[in-house]
């Protein structure tokens, strides 16, 4: 079992920068792949950015201008988000992979969330 807290979220002008972080605790953190999502009112939950046990490896989906990144000494992944926008207002969560390829990008490869933090972009 992995459990996941995320903070870090609130409410920013367009232009500026967030970081996102996820605490997690339970199963050996550094082997599995995190990744994160966000999801707005009556949209399905999207694929942000993966990364590998180690953190060596990364992938992004089409567009994105966050870098997600983790220190496996605190347990943490986090989700820099740089020159923000309205469209990126949204719940944004972390997810454990379980077990399978680090390279996940659909909901359901993923079997740890966390509850969500709240981001949102004002114009």
């Known amino acids: 079992q992995v459990q996941l807290v995320e903070s870090g979220g609130g409410l920013v002008q367009a232009g500026g920068s967030l970081r996102l972080s996820c605490a997690a605790s339970g199963r050996t953190f550094s082997s599995v792949g995190m990744g994160w999502f966000r999801q707005t009112p009556g949209k399905e939950r999207e694929f942000v950015a993966a990364i590998s046990g180690s953190g060596g490896n990364t992938y992004y989906a089409d567009s994105v201008r966050f870098t997600i990144f983790r220190d496996n000494a605190k347990n943490t992944v986090y989700l820099q988000m740089n020159n923000l926008k309205p469209e990126d207002t949204a719940v944004y969560y972390c997810?454990?992979?379980?077990?399978?390829?680090?390279?996940?990008?659909?909901?359901?490869?993923?079997?740890?969330w966390g509850q969500g933090t709240r981001v949102t972009v004002s114009s």
């Open positions: 997810a454990g992979n379980g077990g399978g390829s680090w390279l996940a990008v659909r909901v359901d490869e993923y079997a740890y």
